[in-house]
């Protein structure tokens, strides 16, 4: 059974920083593409970041790229989500998920990935 569990929210003021961690296990950590994903209170699950399998290749939304990154150490089992430069629009509880497709490319869309963690919150104070 695959479980995703994420770590690392809190609350921080505008312009600083949190890691997220994202902990696999269940199957191959290595062999799977993952994502990040952010929920706001009345708004719709939307796509933040994606690592490939390998890690060669990382894609990210608009709003967060240059001061988010995404990484894995897959000796670690573990995806992580360095975020920097906060504001309060980032507000929101952040989940890690995963394709069912091995091997594969990550997408940015939900319906690209199968499973998902609880999901942590990230509060960020003006």
């Known amino acids: 059974q695959v479980q995703l569990v994420e770590s690392g929210g809190g609350l921080v003021q505008a312009g600083g920083s949190l890691r997220l961690s994202c902990a696999a296990s269940?199957?191959?950590?290595?062999?799977?593409?993952m994502g990040w994903f952010r929920q706001a209170p009345g708004k719709e699950r939307e796509f933040v970041a994606a690592?490939?399998?390998?890690?060669?290749?990382?894609y990210y939304a608009d709003s967060v790229k240059g001061r988010f990154t995404i990484s894995r150490d897959n000796a670690k089992n573990t995806a992580y989500l360095q975020m920097n430069r906060l504001k309060p629009e980032d507000t929101a509880v952040y989940c890690c998920?995963?394709?069912?497709?091995?091997?594969?490319?990550?997408?940015?869309?939900?319906?690209?990935?199968?499973?998902w963690g609880q999901g942590t919150q990230v509060t960020v104070s003006s």
């Open positions: 690592i490939s399998w390998s890690g060669a290749s990382t």
């Open positions: 269940g199957r191959t950590f290595g062999s799977y593409a």
């Open positions: 998920a995963s394709p069912d497709r091995r091997l594969g490319a990550p997408g940015t869309g939900v319906r690209d990935y199968k499973y």
